[in-house]
């Protein structure tokens, strides 16, 4: 089965911000090691430099049946939009001198899957065992029996967390949003 998921349907409805990531501006990132779509271990508080890091609940295949009632869940449609976005970005953010991750729950043999199938030019992290989010206190939800982070993007300068995009919607216009922000503090 085919399906578009690179389109965001009109009506999805929009997450608001409850709080949860308030306490996160400021705090330094923990150091914590996730597997990446290569097969190596990044431990992103060790990582130097300017950092987008987006957090997403689950890249769709487009060979798997429509997840039920998924639209209905405010924030979660939308993980490949917004994965395209930062990869049609990435040159600029590079030149930037920014480094992009994303980060998600999900299976990691459904990230590499997506990670080949989108050409993403940068790594995509699993957090399977939710070790990052829970140390970070972020926001998570249920689908389906599965805990998923919901979507955030931070951005760190050697380790501490700068800025905190939450709650990000629509997903696609993230990468714009960042490039924003990167640009009014002259990053």
């Given at each position: 089965?085919?399906?578009?998921?690179?389109?965001?349907?009109?009506?999805?409805?929009?997450?608001?911000?409850?709080?949860?990531?308030?306490?996160?501006?400021?705090?330094?990132?923990?150091?914590?090691?996730?597997?990446?779509?290569?097969?190596?271990?990044?431990?992103?508080?060790?990582?130097?430099?300017?950092?987008?890091?987006?957090?997403?609940?689950?890249?769709?295949?487009?060979?798997?049946?429509?997840?039920?009632?998924?639209?209905?869940?405010?924030?979660?449609?939308?993980?490949?939009?917004?994965?395209?976005?930062?990869?049609?970005?990435?040159?600029?953010?590079?030149?930037?001198?920014?480094?992009?991750?994303?980060?998600?729950?999900?299976?990691?043999?459904?990230?590499?899957?997506?990670?080949?199938?989108?050409?993403?030019p940068f790594a995509l992290l699993n957090d399977g065992q939710l070790a990052l989010a829970q140390a970070l206190k972020l926001p998570t939800f249920e689908y389906a029996g599965t805990r998923l982070i919901k979507r955030l993007t931070l951005i760190t300068t050697g380790g501490l967390i700068r800025k905190v995009f939450y709650p990000v919607f629509p997903?696609?216009?993230?990468?714009?949003?960042?490039?924003?922000?990167?640009?009014?503090?002259?990053?």
């Amino acid at each position: 089965m085919i399906k578009d998921l690179h389109t965001l349907p009109a009506n999805l409805p929009v997450p608001v911000d409850d709080g949860a990531c308030d306490h996160l501006l400021g705090s330094t990132l923990p150091s914590v090691s996730l597997t990446s779509t290569t097969g190596k271990a990044v431990n992103l508080s060790a990582c130097a430099g300017t950092l987008v890091i987006y957090f997403y609940p689950m890249l769709g295949r487009p060979d798997s049946p429509p997840l039920i009632g998924w639209n209905d869940i405010p924030g979660a449609r939308g993980c490949t939009p917004q994965s395209c976005a930062f990869r049609d970005s990435h040159a600029e953010l590079k030149q930037r001198g920014v480094e992009v991750f994303g980060v998600s729950a999900q299976r990691l043999e459904d990230q590499q899957e997506a990670h080949a199938r989108l050409h993403l030019p940068f790594a995509l992290l699993n957090d399977g065992q939710l070790a990052l989010a829970q140390a970070l206190k972020l926001p998570t939800f249920e689908y389906a029996g599965t805990r998923l982070i919901k979507r955030l993007t931070l951005i760190t300068t050697g380790g501490l967390i700068r800025k905190v995009f939450y709650p990000v919607f629509p997903p696609n216009d993230n990468a714009r949003e960042v490039i924003a922000w990167l640009a009014a503090q002259q990053v």
